[in-house]
């Protein structure tokens, strides 16, 4: 129970937030996304509150009269103590209130009822573990989601902003990346995106994007874990913290993936042991490499999204900080005991579902690797599409991206020193162009992929798609060259660098090398 200091600041605060919004009415904007009726203990005050909210709802003006109207709509007058008490409370907020204040009391009320509530919560979580009836592992998944909702509700109002907000952050960030590719011929991704460890997706989708979910999906040996490992070292070797949830393979197995992939050494030689001197070195000089970079390895099987969460969070909170999260693959994930309903396409759809809550509530890239349904004899398109990935329509749905690789695997085998063309499909991008096609060498000796660049004349913008795609006619109408001059106009659109007579300056005027118009 809070104690008396502490109620007495929570009753003030009531009265003062109510009082202050009775004189200021125009700031109820400021409070109704984090304040509810339900947050204030005094219940006459949570009932004049809500009717502010219903006039306010009305698009009434809130006034002594629109409220008091409404208060005798829903027969609750008398339960507000009145006409006399809203009347003193407004002769109150006329002597107190400001912005400042409407704003304290707000957070006062918010911070007091959720400690409140987490009370109440704790008191019947120890009531039910008391009766030792039911599953615990049930009963921990239940808490945490009433914690979860209560934590969500504290969370401030970052997310919500103005184009006049972010209008000339928006400009700085298009300007610098225009600047970057016309000096260096880097494209460099909105919105903070990780290296891929591929060009192409690095310039049509924008690397790993915070907060995103993409997935790659392929079909039995085809080769999601070296797409995974290759992406980790690209994003871990640009200095990022990878943390890596490996669900079906051992610590050996996976080490020796990502010291063949870094240092481009005989993964079959590895295995067995029949390393040559030089292989001996390129492998220590790997593994001393490996540890300096930020990668950290699960490798715990039959774990739930549950697990994945506080795993990450525990990782976030330490001194290396997290910057993406690699899960290899979603199919092996195990429901909450809360999901299991019998139904495995609404269990997976629930497990994607929580791995885009988790990269929004982390605010961190999410990468994970998707089981495709098996090829059938007599298809006649056996290119992978979305409709193929195993089990539940809703990863694709939920992801934000969708690369999907293909490739024929007839005759192919483990020790095959031949890379084996991949072909790459990035079949949904929520940011950009879609039904892009490139290609990759399997390199199975190595354990990596490696994009084949198709030779380009020279490294102007107009032929920057002709160094990565396998065949240009795949973009369609559209390329590369066109989206970086959708850029340019972007740029001149939303600046608001005006010259002397009020015009804005178009971008053939920004300098490049200063970095200003």
């Known amino acids: 129970m809070v104690d008396k200091t502490g109620l007495s600041v929570y009753q003030t605060a009531q009265e003062g937030l109510v009082a202050s919004l009775l004189f200021l009415p125009d700031n109820i904007s400021l409070v109704s996304t984090l304040v509810t009726p339900e947050d204030f203990s005094d219940g006459h005050y949570g009932i004049i509150y809500n009717a502010m909210l219903n006039v306010n709802r009305k698009n009434q ?36 209130a400001t912005v400042t204040t409407i704003e304290q009391y707000a957070r006062t009320v918010k911070n007091y009822a959720s400690k409140s509530r987490l009370e109440s919560i704790c008191r019947e979580v120890l009531d039910e573990a ?60 909105a919105g903070g995106g990780l290296p891929t460890g591929f060009p192409t997706v690095d310039k049509i989708v924008g690397g790993w994007r915070p907060s995103q979910v993409s997935v790659v999906g392929a079909r039995t040996n085809i080769g999601k ?27 050996d197995d996976i080490m020796s993936r990502l ?37 950290t390895m699960d490798l715990t099987p039959e774990v739930t999204v549950d697990y ?24 092996l994930i195990t429901p909450n005991a809360s999901w299991r309903s019998g139904n495995r396409e609404r269990e997976v759809a629930e497990i994607s579902r929580n791995l885009k809550l988790l990269a929004a509530q982390l605010k961190v890239p999410v990468l994970v690797a998707v089981q495709l349904n098996r090829l ?40 095959n020193t031949t890379p084996a063309p991949s072909k790459f499909i990035i079949a949904k991008n929520r940011g950009g162009y879609t ?65 002397s007579n009020g015009v804005k300056k178009s971008f053939s005027e920004y300098d490049v090398e200063e970095g200003t118009w």
């Open 308 to 331: 994945i969460r506080a795993v990450s969070q525990q990782v976030a909170t330490s001194d290396k900080g997290l910057d993406l999260i690699i899960v290899d693959y979603l199919q």
């Open 225 to 251: 874990t070296f797409f995974l490992i290759d992406s980790a070292l690209a994003a871990a070797h640009a200095g990022a913290s990878v943390l890596f949830f490996s669900l079906e393979m051992p610590k």
């Open 435 to 499: 039904n892009v096609r490139f290609m990759c060498n399997t390199n199975l000796k190595y354990a990596r992929f490696e994009e084949i660049e198709v030779d380009k004349p020279d490294d102007n913008v107009e032929n920057v798609e002709k160094s990565t795609f396998l065949d240009n006619s795949m973009l369609g109408s559209d390329s590369v060259s066109e989206a970086i001059n959708d850029i340019k106009h972007e740029a001149e659109a939303n600046s608001d660098s005006l010259d």
């Open 259 to 295: 010291v063949a992939a870094n240092g481009i050494i005989n993964l079959n030689s590895l295995n067995n042991g029949t390393l040559t001197n030089e292989d001996i070195k390129a492998t220590k000089a790997s593994v001393e490499e490996l540890s300096k970079l930020k990668i």
């Open 130 to 189: 008391g009766k030792n009836t039911g599953n615990a592992r049930v009963l921990l998944e239940s808490t945490r989601d009433r914690l979860e909702n209560e934590l969500v509700s504290l969370m401030p109002d970052d997310n919500k902003i103005t184009t006049n907000d972010y209008a000339d952050e928006y400009v700085q960030d298009i300007m610098t990346r225009v600047s970057t590719f016309r000096k260096t011929g880097k494209i460099i991704a």
């Open 61 to 96: 003006p809130i006034n002594l009269a629109t409220i008091i109207a409404d208060l005798n709509d829903t027969n609750r007058i008398s339960e507000a103590k009145g006409v006399e008490e809203i009347t003193r409370l407004l002769s109150y907020g006329s002597e107190t």
């Open 376 to 415: 059938h004899r007599g298809d006649e398109n056996p290119e992978p599409t979305m409709h193929d990935i195993r089990e539940s329509n809703a990863i694709a749905q939920d992801a934000n991206v969708v690369l999907l690789i293909d490739r024929d695997t007839t005759g192919e085998q483990e020790n």
